[in-house]
């Protein structure tokens, strides 16, 4: 047997230990089940003006449309991406996350933030978009067994998109007073 190995060894196994200790103290955190409906609500754009009862049906949900989620840190602001959603022909989801905060935000939050070119009609408040870009769809605090979840993201008209002020003709369907401002949401 080779005698100089052994010291090694008296370090090498309490450390592999410690490492196997920590996988397993990691594999022991309490997951709950986050399920729910992602829903769209469109702005009115024109057209035939629509029953009151029909304005409402104007919210439904979405297949297909994918939330990234990522933990909210202590200070607010969004912490690394590290899993997703995508909802079913019905617009459900399901996940699993263990006790903490979380934000989901839609694709263009998690890229890079590129400002909006302004053109002839629209001129873009750059402060606005960006307070609106770090801002999230949906804060969920998960603590234990939970309820459904609806999270509800807006389309807007070309004409009230947030933190855009919107210059040109309207149709004539719109009113004069439904342009857009700055206030922040963002359409996809």
Not at 63 to 90: E, K, M, P, W
Request: proline share 7%; glycine share 8%.
């Amino acid at each position: 047997m080779n005698y100089k190995l052994v010291p090694a060894l008296f370090i090498l196994i309490p450390a592999l230990s410690v490492v196997c200790g920590f996988a397993r103290a990691k594999s022991k955190v309490k997951l709950y089940q986050v399920s729910g409906t992602v829903l769209i609500t469109h702005d009115y754009c024109g057209g035939a003006r629509l029953a009151e009862d029909q304005v409402n049906k104007q919210t439904y949900p979405v297949a297909g449309t994918t939330l990234y989620i990522c933990r909210q840190g202590s200070d607010g602001n969004r912490q690394h991406y590290f899993d997703s959603i995508v909802c079913d022909s019905a617009g459900h989801f399901t996940t699993k996350l263990p006790a903490g905060k979380y934000c989901f935000v839609q694709k263009w939050r998690t890229e890079p933030l590129v400002y909006p070119v302004n053109t002839k009609f629209e001129t873009w408040d750059t402060a606005c978009y960006r307070q609106d870009y770090n801002n999230s769809d949906f804060i969920l605090t998960v603590k234990g067994k939970m309820p459904a979840v609806k999270i509800t993201l807006r389309r807007y008209c070309s004409w009230t998109r947030p933190c855009c002020t919107f210059t040109g003709p309207l149709p004539p369907s719109a009113p004069p007073t439904n342009r857009g401002g700055n206030q922040p949401g963002h359409q996809e």
